[in-house]
């Protein structure tokens, strides 16, 4: 069920860009008026809703409500349009949402959602009601840059030798990337003064971005690049001729780029020689371009404070060794030990040792899971003291000599900061490691 409700937006996505070309009945109406209340409010349904938003009471009353508005608006995404406007399970959803506005203490993570669903729905009042609440919790940074973020929310610091400025949360980028949405959902364009504010947020966002360009997880990923491509047309112009850039070390010149209309969305790299090093990028011309200079490394792990207790075994006890099994189970034990109730959906990402692969039909066994090449992916809804137990079952699949340690990991699925470690096969010590 959490799986179905995780790529339920995506599917969603789909749904609209086939609706462009055929039509296709709005019977899930009548599904929705199944689940709707006499309020107008949808009833609650397993949702991945972010803990640490805001005050355990609120959050609590805005658990319910960020459950039925996350399917309205995602109903209002894909389907909304004049007629249906007129239809009476609309129109109680739009009431429920407006009510909704009138609670004494809102998150700001359901106000950005609210925004963008009054700027689905045409409501532009409501909406602008919601921006204008939202001004006053924006944060700006000495960049110029916009952004929202959590009440409360302690500055972590960034203690890796080459990353000079943690990534945010995954929660933090999701509502920025709904007020932005909210700004570019508009007929006709948003003003020039509401452009400029967009520019800023859009300055945040691709701060945000990873290597391989998308965020912390699959949630945000998928608003937050819908709300850059949207950014992205609005901002569109046949007439560019281009941008040109040179980078340089020094007195070196190491390559050159040129972005225009017709390799707009081509990825184009180049290595720098030297780590670290100053390094020079100028740029002349018409068009936006966006840089991003990336680096990989390794880091041993260090024993700090994690939210997660994290104990990992092999049966039978040794998988290296004389005593090695062609086929043994790998046993997962986790708690959550944070300042919260429980934590938000947890992931525990174990990684295969080298020659070893999952054997699939005991993976699925367990409830929620992804298989890759190397690597097996637990989810879990949510996670509190009490003591989860998963386990698989590995096999050899190519003999490989001097095998090493393979690393388990247990990680906040909106906050990866938040995470725990353990090398279960390390020459059988089964010692405990903390990120």
């Known amino acids: 069920m959490l799986r179905r409700q995780r790529h339920y937006r995506d599917s969603l996505g789909i749904w609209r860009s086939l609706s462009r070309f055929f ?9 929705l008026s199944c689940t709707q209340t006499s309020s107008g409010c949808a009833e609650t349904l397993l949702f991945p809703v972010i803990c640490g938003l805001s005050d355990p009471v609120t959050q609590a009353t805005s658990s319910s409500l960020l459950s039925g508005l996350w399917k309205w608006l995602q109903w209002l995404e894909t389907s909304f349009s004049f007629l249906l406007s007129q239809h009476s399970v609309v129109r109680n959803a739009l009431f429920c949402l407006e009510t909704a506005t009138q609670a004494k203490e809102i998150n700001t993570y359901t106000k950005a959602l ?3 669903a009054f700027a689905l729905a045409g409501k532009e009042d409501k909406k602008q009601e919601m921006l204008r609440l939202l001004d006053e ?9 916009l952004h929202w973020q959590r009440p409360g929310k302690q500055e972590a610091d960034a203690d890796l030798p080459f990353h000079r400025l943690p ?14 949405l909210a700004y570019l959902t508009k007929q006709p364009a948003p003003s020039q003064e509401e452009q400029a504010k967009c520019a800023r947020i859009v300055k945040w966002l691709v701060k945000q971005q ?3 360009g998308g965020f912390s997880s699959t949630q945000d ?15 569109y112009s046949r007439s560019s001729t281009g941008t040109d850039l040179s980078v340089h070390s020094g007195a070196n010149a190491l390559g050159t780029f040129h972005v225009d209309n017709t390799n707009r969305l081509l990825l184009q790299c180049r290595p720098l020689p030297q780590v670290p090093g100053d390094y020079n990028v100028e740029a002349t011309g018409d068009r936006c371009v966006y840089i991003q200079t990336t680096l990989k490394y390794n880091v041993h792990p ?7 207790k994290l104990d990992v075994y092999t049966v039978p006890e040794s998988c290296v060794g004389p005593k090695a099994q062609k086929t043994f189970d790998v046993a997962v034990n986790v708690s959550y030990i944070g300042k919260r109730p429980n934590s938000n959906m947890v992931i525990i990402d174990v990684k295969m040792l080298s020659g070893f692969i999952p054997v699939k039909s005991t993976v699925r066994q367990v409830k929620r899971t992804e298989v890759s090449t190397n690597h097996v992916l637990l989810y879990l809804e949510k996670v509190n003291n009490v003591t989860q137990s998963l386990s698989f079952t590995v096999e050899q699949d190519v003999p490989v ?14 906050e990866t900061g938040k995470n725990g470690v353990q090398l279960p096969c390390n020459e059988g010590q089964h010692r405990l490691w903390f990120l």
């Open 210 to 212: 990873n290597p391989t």
């Open 137 to 145: 919790e924006a944060v700006a940074e000495a960049d110029g840059s």
């Open 114 to 116: 609210l925004a963008f």
């Open 401 to 414: 000599q001097h095998l090493k340690p393979a690393l388990v990991k247990v990680y906040d699925y909106y």
């Open 221 to 235: 990923t998928v608003v937050a690049l819908q709300a850059l491509s949207l950014y992205g047309a609005l901002t």
């Open 302 to 308: 260090r024993p700090e404070d994690s939210p997660f």
């Open 23 to 31: 039509y296709l009945p709005h019977t899930h109406l009548s599904e």
């Open 167 to 180: 990534r945010a949360p995954s929660a933090e980028v999701e509502m920025t990337a709904y007020v932005l």
